[in-house]
């Protein structure tokens, strides 16, 4: 008999124990509003209803009223090889993704979806071992920050100054079971911050109201990209709305700045609720680039397809020519184009 999980007020953890596991995301602009608090008590609130609820990782560091909330919970432990009181032992080595899947809980926890996993594991970033864990029919709680979105990282590292490394794909945000947007008031954000001496956020006033500016940034983005989401839920398709007609076009290409030609096609299908295709025109002398170019270019290709892409490549040494018939025959509406450094065409990318 397959064993089912409880719903509850409508909580996405109503799973076949054999079938695919539910993915939860608690969301956020920016870190501190709560999210792993949040994930926590409603993990809690399962245990308590007799869900087998592990956490699977956790912050080595967390507010003390939300450090409480582990008390009596149980964490994977990868030296021993069972589960042990969480307030007992916290590891900060790798996540034991094996472990995990052999013990199957029904709801595992894992804070920081887009963490990089140390070296020498099964899987580069936590993200994969998540996929991993729903394939294997485990439910997963994490939680995100808008900074971590692959789509958005152009615009936030213009808004906070700072390039995020950690990036999860669009596409494993727009297919969660579930996103609760986790917020509260830049203000007392600021506020909460400064009690924590970890966060090491003492400030001038200049420089508090400039990061006050930035937080009501990231803010207004995340409840936007939260709404977009929502949006095309309610239209009955996680990528798009009935009645598309635009179908934007990204041209790929060895350029180290095609990954902003990408992103931007990527916003504006987003936007449009559009179809996304990346397209490639290979000449007779793509083979004799440098190995750094043809790296790039692999690069750019796998950032389309985590934005979720349609990857198409042509051949021909006119690229104007290619994409000009591509675009006529493919009903394309809107074609994303960068420029050449070195020459006034605009098909080439700088």
Request: glycine share 8%; net charge neutral.
């Amino acid at each position: 008999m397959e064993k089912q999980l409880p719903e509850k007020n409508g909580d996405p953890v109503g799973q076949s124990f054999f079938r695919r596991g539910k993915l939860t995301i608690f969301f956020g602009y920016a870190g501190g509003v709560g999210k792993t608090y949040a994930m926590l008590e409603r993990a809690r609130s399962l245990a308590q209803t007799g869900t087998d609820v592990v956490i699977g990782a956790m912050a080595p560091e967390l507010p003390p009223e939300t450090e409480a909330l582990l008390e009596g919970l149980e964490l994977l432990s990868p030296k021993s090889g069972i589960a042990v009181p969480v307030m007992e032992q916290r590891q900060q080595t790798g996540f034991p993704l094996d472990l995990a899947i052999a013990r199957k809980p029904q709801v595992l926890v894992m804070d920081q979806l887009a963490l990089q996993n140390p070296p020498g594991g099964r899987h580069v970033w936590r993200y994969q071992d998540i996929q991993e864990l729903l394939r294997s029919g485990i439910c997963v709680y994490t939680t995100l920050n808008v900074e971590n979105l692959e789509g958005l990282w152009d615009i936030i590292s213009h808004i906070t100054g700072t390039r995020v490394q950690a990036k999860i794909p669009d596409a494993l945000f727009e297919e969660a079971d579930g996103v609760e947007m986790i917020d509260m008031e830049p203000e007392a954000l600021l506020a909460r911050r400064e009690q924590f001496s970890f966060w090491n956020l003492e400030q001038e006033a200049a420089q508090r109201e400039q990061q006050k500016r930035k937080l009501m940034a990231l803010r207004e983005i995340a409840l936007r990209r939260c709404a977009e989401r929502l949006n095309r839920w309610e239209t009955g398709h996680p990528r798009k709305s009935a009645g598309v007609s635009d179908h934007i076009l990204a041209c790929l290409s060895s350029a180290p700045t095609n990954s902003k030609v990408i992103r931007t096609a990527a916003k504006m299908a987003e936007a449009f609720h559009g179809e996304f295709t990346a397209l490639y025109v290979e000449s007779s002398g793509t083979r004799e680039k440098p190995e750094l170019e043809k790296q790039q270019l692999r690069e750019n290709l796998r950032l389309a397809e985590e934005l979720g892409a349609r990857i198409t490549t042509l051949y021909g040494d006119e690229p104007a020519v290619q994409i000009a018939e591509y675009a006529r025959a493919g009903g394309v509406s809107k074609i994303v184009l960068g420029r050449s450094p070195r020459r006034k065409g605009i098909f080439a990318q700088r």
